[in-house]
């Protein structure tokens, strides 16, 4: 599976972003596709992901309300639209998929077994 983020940019606070993730090659019923972000200096955390079959979503608590992970009917790509965005929320986000999909390591960074290149999201005035 390859997969490929794209969307990211320059964006005054209070502003929205969409990022897409487009997913190549056969994926199984059951995964997780998540994004994560990595902001200077700090290390790669969870942002938001699907559960599938189920279709769940799962987001770390500072950005429910703002943002919303979505996909589309094919499953082939995951949305993440971002609203009133913050500083804090600079970062490098990626996407990744975890083909072997435990509820209760969806938030894990290690469970995540592909990743895509990362795309820049910056929030500045």
């Known amino acids: 599976v390859q997969l490929q983020a794209f969307g990211g940019g320059l964006v005054q606070p209070g502003g929205s972003l969409r990022l897409s993730c487009a997913a190549s090659g056969r994926t199984p019923q059951n995964y997780h596709m998540g994004w994560f972000r990595q902001a200077p200096g700090k290390e790669r955390e969870f942002v938001a992901a699907i559960r599938w079959p189920s279709g769940g979503h799962y987001y770390k608590d500072d950005v429910k309300g703002r943002f919303t992970i979505s996909s589309d009917n094919a499953r082939t790509t995951v949305y993440l639209q971002m609203n009133d965005l913050k500083p804090e929320d600079t970062a490098v986000y990626y996407c990744?998929?975890?083909?072997?999909?435990?509820?209760?390591?969806?938030?894990?960074?290690?469970?995540?077994?592909?990743w895509g290149q990362g795309t820049l999201v910056t929030v500045s005035s």
């Open positions: 990744a998929v975890d083909f072997r999909p435990i509820l209760s390591s969806l938030r894990n960074v290690a469970s995540y077994d592909y």
